[in-house]
């Protein structure tokens, strides 16, 4: 089991900056390639970044590339996100995701492990 803990969420104005973490306690963290994904109101959750279980390779989605930057520091089980030029269509509650492998993943059910969430609220 591996128990992940996400905090860093706020209310920020549209342009603004926040970087998200993700605590992971349990097994562990460094046999896990890590997702980010998040779900606004009235939508499906949607996939927002991914990295290896070694950090060597990184997966953005198009709507948030060269905005977002997802970083791991296996020393601190922890994941990142920090979120730059931030925009009032990011508001959602942010989830990491753990997965029990090598390589990194846009879809939801190759997930094994999820958050509770943090709420990002930009306004305008």
């Known amino acids: 089991q591996v128990q992940l803990v996400e905090s860093g969420g706020g209310l920020v104005q549209a342009g603004g900056s926040l970087r998200l973490s993700c605590a992971a306690s349990?097994?562990?963290?460094?046999?896990?390639?890590m997702g980010w994904f998040r779900q606004a109101p009235g939508k499906e959750r949607a996939f927002v970044a991914t990295i290896t279980r070694s950090g060597s390779s990184t997966y953005y989605a198009d709507s948030v590339k060269g905005r977002f930057t997802i970083s791991r520091d296996d020393a601190k089980n922890t994941v990142y996100l920090q979120m730059n030029s931030l925009k009032p269509e990011d508001t959602a509650v942010y989830y990491c995701a753990a997965r029990q492998s090598t390589y990194y993943s846009t879809s939801n059910y190759a997930y094994d492990y999820w958050g509770q969430g943090t709420q990002v609220t930009v306004s305008s």
């Open positions: 349990g097994r562990t963290f460094v046999g896990y390639a």
